[in-house]
């Protein structure tokens, strides 16, 4: 069965015709159907094209999901009435994903088997035709997601005790990863405007590159605060990477998301000096919530870039069929299905705006410009709170009892608590909602929660709801 892009698109929906785009069946409450039978044309049938209904949402209690199970898991004494902390999100994926790894359930053999042909050419095809990015076809790499490939990356360029330049706030996992590969992180602190939103100190960035450092990772957009950097920051920091020999290691795994017409500007694009002396990291884990499936790609536009990754140990030339199903299927036919989710994900952040700024101002909030995630400033909720104070007094009272925690690989320890943690602790405890802390960002994130907005809005204001209950009730 071939899809419908692939045949014509003009050509179904002239066919459909227009009552068949109002839609009313519903798909497991989750999508709506536009057009009721499969179509017959040049004898291929043709699967009607189904919207996604992100008002919907999806159930994800009982799915072994790390949002919503494993939180429940590590409190179990908790209610947990919304997961918003690991990136991900609550909505049904572009169904063509589903059908096409349905299809390939029904042949029931495993053995070695090549990635979808047409694979690299549908990443060089997204790249272009959203972004006007150029990708050598060539120099794709795949990763087991993308930090896969930034551990490589680091491993193959750096060495052990090498220093790894991250501008702060930046995402949790960079630290891990960094210190995966024995190297340790060197921050810049960014200076976060009046508007919320960060710039970088450029004398601080230039400052400790200068000291010799040689790997800097660019998050773009970046985790946790929403920057789209434009073009101009990012030749800014690529002169200066390039000045001093330092590799630019682009994160770009979340530039399909953008609210309010903002623009993601790819590293690479920027010409080719900054090409040169960068690879850079995608998958479509994040836009089309696929990260289960662990599939990724990197490239580079300098090929001895992509050959020292591969040399140093890098090979990863097949990887779990259905994930590279997956992802080529979003690549084909995804985009209407990312426009949408992003007008919808940047309502949920103006309302979240609105909801902070009119019900509960304690928590200050302006809407980012990319990702999908919310940097809330808590900074006054905790001084109310005094979570300092409540943090340490746990901490002795956890140490006179004996009151442990247990970690994911089974490591016992007393469970202690950090100002972020106990703030984490409070909104579980009193709104019923899981969001990560600040600190866990690096510098500059003391204060502040990370929320995830990927959710239905009905989910969303519960959660807002049981927030102002929690800080009406102080
Ligand atoms: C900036 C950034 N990079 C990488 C990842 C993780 O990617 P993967 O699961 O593909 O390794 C995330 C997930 O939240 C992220 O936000």
Redesign the pocket.
């Given at each position: 069965m071939k899809s419908l892009s692939t045949i014509n698109r003009r050509f179904f929906i002239k066919g459909t015709g227009v009552a068949a785009l109002v839609g009313t069946a519903t798909l497991t409450g989750c999508a709506e159907q536009v057009g009721s039978e499969p179509q017959q044309i040049d004898n291929e049938t043709i699967t009607p094209y189904e919207k996604v209904n992100f008002d919907a949402g999806y159930n994800r209690v009982g799915t072994n999901s790390v949002k919503f199970d494993m939180i429940k898991m590590f409190n179990p004494d908790n209610q947990l009435d919304v997961g918003m902390g690991i990136?991900d999100m609550d909505f049904r994926t572009l169904p063509q994903v589903t059908s096409a790894l349905k299809k390939r359930l029904e042949t029931e053999n495993w053995g070695y088997e090549l990635p979808p042909l047409d694979y690299s050419k549908n990443i060089v095809a997204w790249n272009k035709r959203r972004y006007d990015a150029d990708v050598p076809q060539g120099n794709i790499l795949n990763s087991v997601?993308?930090?896969?490939g930034v551990l490589s990356t680091l491993k193959a360029f750096g060495k052990d005790g090498d220093r790894v330049l991250l501008l702060t706030p930046n995402?949790s996992?960079f630290f891990a990863t960094i210190h995966q590969a024995n190297m340790y992180e060197a921050e810049s602190e960014m200076i976060r405007n009046d508007d919320g939103r960060y710039v970088v100190d450029w004398d601080d960035f230039e400052a400790q590159i200068s000291t010799g450092i040689k790997l800097y990772i660019l998050?773009n957009p970046q985790?946790p605060t929403g920057n789209c950097w434009t073009a101009d920051e990012l030749r800014r920091m690529g002169d200066i990477c390039n000045a001093h020999d330092c590799l630019v290691i682009a994160?770009e795994?979340?530039c399909d998301f953008v609210t309010n017409g903002n623009k993601y500007v790819a590293y690479a694009s920027l010409g080719d000096k900054y090409a040169q002396n960068s690879i850079s990291y995608k998958?479509t884990?994040?836009s089309f919530n696929l990260?289960s499936h662990r599939t990724?790609y990197m490239f580079s536009h300098n090929r001895s870039y992509i050959d020292k990754v591969l040399k140093g140990g890098h090979q990863r030339l097949l990887l779990n069929i259905m994930g590279m199903i997956a992802s080529n299927e979003a690549l084909k036919h995804g985009d209407d299905y990312i426009d949408e989710q992003n007008l919808y994900l940047t309502e949920n952040a103006k309302y979240v705006e609105k909801f902070c700024a009119d019900r509960i101002p304690i928590i200050k909030y302006q809407v980012q410009e990319g990702t999908y995630l919310a940097w809330l400033d808590c900074r006054e909720l905790s001084e109310k709170l005094d979570v300092e104070t409540k943090a340490s007094e746990l901490n002795i009272y956890n140490k006179a009892n004996n009151v442990t925690a247990t970690d994911f690989f089974g490591v016992t320890s007393i469970k202690t608590y950090t100002g972020g943690s106990y703030l984490k602790k409070w909104m579980l405890d009193n709104a019923r909602i899981d969001i990560n802390p600040g600190e866990n960002y690096g510098k500059g994130g003391d204060g502040f929660m990370r929320m995830n907005l990927a959710t239905n809005r009905a989910t969303l204001l519960k959660a807002m709801e049981n927030i102002e209950i929690a800080i009406n009730n102080i």
């Amino acid at each position: 069965m071939k899809s419908l892009s692939t045949i014509n698109r003009r050509f179904f929906i002239k066919g459909t015709g227009v009552a068949a785009l109002v839609g009313t069946a519903t798909l497991t409450g989750c999508a709506e159907q536009v057009g009721s039978e499969p179509q017959q044309i040049d004898n291929e049938t043709i699967t009607p094209y189904e919207k996604v209904n992100f008002d919907a949402g999806y159930n994800r209690v009982g799915t072994n999901s790390v949002k919503f199970d494993m939180i429940k898991m590590f409190n179990p004494d908790n209610q947990l009435d919304v997961g918003m902390g690991i990136a991900d999100m609550d909505f049904r994926t572009l169904p063509q994903v589903t059908s096409a790894l349905k299809k390939r359930l029904e042949t029931e053999n495993w053995g070695y088997e090549l990635p979808p042909l047409d694979y690299s050419k549908n990443i060089v095809a997204w790249n272009k035709r959203r972004y006007d990015a150029d990708v050598p076809q060539g120099n794709i790499l795949n990763s087991v997601g993308v930090l896969d490939g930034v551990l490589s990356t680091l491993k193959a360029f750096g060495k052990d005790g090498d220093r790894v330049l991250l501008l702060t706030p930046n995402y949790s996992s960079f630290f891990a990863t960094i210190h995966q590969a024995n190297m340790y992180e060197a921050e810049s602190e960014m200076i976060r405007n009046d508007d919320g939103r960060y710039v970088v100190d450029w004398d601080d960035f230039e400052a400790q590159i200068s000291t010799g450092i040689k790997l800097y990772i660019l998050c773009n957009p970046q985790n946790p605060t929403g920057n789209c950097w434009t073009a101009d920051e990012l030749r800014r920091m690529g002169d200066i990477c390039n000045a001093h020999d330092c590799l630019v290691i682009a994160d770009e795994i979340h530039c399909d998301f953008v609210t309010n017409g903002n623009k993601y500007v790819a590293y690479a694009s920027l010409g080719d000096k900054y090409a040169q002396n960068s690879i850079s990291y995608k998958s479509t884990s994040k836009s089309f919530n696929l990260a289960s499936h662990r599939t990724g790609y990197m490239f580079s536009h300098n090929r001895s870039y992509i050959d020292k990754v591969l040399k140093g140990g890098h090979q990863r030339l097949l990887l779990n069929i259905m994930g590279m199903i997956a992802s080529n299927e979003a690549l084909k036919h995804g985009d209407d299905y990312i426009d949408e989710q992003n007008l919808y994900l940047t309502e949920n952040a103006k309302y979240v705006e609105k909801f902070c700024a009119d019900r509960i101002p304690i928590i200050k909030y302006q809407v980012q410009e990319g990702t999908y995630l919310a940097w809330l400033d808590c900074r006054e909720l905790s001084e109310k709170l005094d979570v300092e104070t409540k943090a340490s007094e746990l901490n002795i009272y956890n140490k006179a009892n004996n009151v442990t925690a247990t970690d994911f690989f089974g490591v016992t320890s007393i469970k202690t608590y950090t100002g972020g943690s106990y703030l984490k602790k409070w909104m579980l405890d009193n709104a019923r909602i899981d969001i990560n802390p600040g600190e866990n960002y690096g510098k500059g994130g003391d204060g502040f929660m990370r929320m995830n907005l990927a959710t239905n809005r009905a989910t969303l204001l519960k959660a807002m709801e049981n927030i102002e209950i929690a800080i009406n009730n102080i």
